[in-house]
């Protein structure tokens, strides 16, 4: 067997069903497990990378405006790694390679013929299956039903422990902050498990676009930033977009003191095993009294 991922998910999925010595070849985004940057890379974004929030959301829209795909695939290299499975994704074309992008590539020019596993994370439960699908591929089926009960269990836990506390926050999770989006997905979902009550966003549909007057309205007591493919330097750098309105200072959340920034590369926008971290994060921001920071200053921190 001889495994691709072009997914950063995929490859801790791969990891934790225990197949990592079998994969081949990564996305240019797979960053964990340790070790796995040494594998050949399959892919690249086919725009700047650089820039502001606003700057890298006007060349994304720009690239799907002109019918362009935002990532390239690299068929001669998949070609010469002759893959027996390919894991790809079919959520966000943004996001990361999509199935269409893989399709192109490997139409004529793999000679392998791989199987191709296309991951379909919307929801929580979607994860779920996800582990279970790369397992079902990978024919190790009993080693996928294992380690989404674990992960599960180790969830039921935490959501136990951070309902106990008769505090319920009011929420609003910002995934990007020029132009304002909220988080969706799964992330409405780890907030009430978390023992939060969730303002922006609903699960298992992508995040939406929100203006400040609705964030305004709403009033929310905490406010967590974790922007798809940011870690916490660069979500910190990028503040300026919301301290610099006039608006932010009047925010409930921002007069409590509660601001947080979260690791939205590793963690809150990855649809793989460290789910659990994600809401472990969310249960130490929203429950202090209950949780030790275990995660703070490597996932999250204060603004």
Avoid at 71 to 87: A, K, S
Avoid at 151 to 164: E, G, H, P, T, V
């Amino acid at each position: 067997m001889r495994v691709v991922s072009l997914i950063a998910s995929a490859t801790e999925i791969v990891h934790t069903l225990g197949l990592t010595p079998f994969q081949v070849g990564r996305s240019h985004e797979c960053d964990y497990p340790p070790g796995i940057q040494a594998l050949p890379i399959c892919t690249s974004p086919s725009f700047d990378v650089e820039g502001t929030s606003a700057e890298i959301d006007a060349r994304v829209k720009q690239q799907l405006v002109n019918a362009l795909s935002v990532y390239r695939v690299f068929d001669d290299v998949l070609d010469r790694l002759q893959p027996t499975h390919v894991i790809t994704q079919t959520q966000c074309r943004v996001c990361a390679v999509s199935l269409e992008d893989v399709q192109r590539a490997l139409v004529g020019a793999v000679s392998s013929r791989p199987k191709l596993v296309a991951l379909e994370p919307n929801a929580l439960e979607d994860i779920w299956t996800d582990i279970r699908r790369v397992a079902s591929a990978c024919e190790v089926p009993s080693k996928g039903e294992q380690v989404v009960q674990e992960l599960r269990s180790r969830m039921d836990q935490i959501s136990c422990r951070a309902k106990q506390s008769r505090e319920r926050p009011r929420v609003a999770c910002i995934e990007w902050q020029e132009p304002l989006m909220a988080a969706g997905n799964w992330v409405p979902e780890l907030i009430e498990l978390a023992g939060g009550e969730n303002l922006f966003g609903k699960p298992g549909e992508h995040s939406p676009w929100m203006s400040w007057e609705e964030l305004s309205a709403a009033g929310p007591d905490v406010i967590v930033i974790s922007p798809c493919g940011f870690d916490l330097e660069r979500t910190r750098r990028e503040m300026y977009w919301l301290t610099n309105r006039s608006e932010w200072g009047r925010l409930r959340a921002v007069q409590r003191g509660q601001v947080y920034l979260a690791d939205g590369n590793q963690y809150m926008n990855r649809p793989g095993p460290r789910v659990v971290e994600s809401l472990q994060i969310l249960a130490e921001i929203l429950h202090p009294g209950v949780f030790a920071p275990a995660l703070e200053g490597s996932a999250w921190q204060r603004l």
